[in-house]
């Protein structure tokens, strides 16, 4: 940040950046479809609520076969749930807009 510089508008654009780099790695490390994720989280943050029931979470997750020996889609779906949740927490009360 600059003494001269315009400190809500660097503020936003600190705050936009983080944003992102910690959204991109939720999705790397989850393994997450990058539309898809950005989409959910557009959603919330317009309707100011992270909705976790319905098909909209389940668009985020990865296939999962229903033939694998680690069918671990609950615990996987209750993993992002919850970072996608901290993440929405933390984000939303800043007071940037996700489109900024």
Excluded: C
Aim: aromatic share 10%; no cysteine; hydrophobic share 35%.
């Amino acid at each position: 940040m600059s003494v001269k510089g315009e400190l809500e508008a660097e503020w936003r654009a600190y705050v936009g950046a983080q944003r992102e780099k910690e959204l991109d790695q939720i999705i790397e490390v989850e393994n997450l479809k990058p539309e898809e994720t950005e989409k959910f989280i557009r959603a919330a943050f317009r309707e100011g609520q992270l909705r976790t029931t319905g098909t909209a979470i389940t668009k985020v997750l990865p296939p999962v076969s229903r033939f694998s020996k680690d069918k671990n889609h609950s615990e996987k779906k209750q993993r992002v749930i919850r970072l996608l949740s901290e993440f929405f927490e933390k984000f939303f009360g800043l007071g940037a807009n996700f489109d900024e």
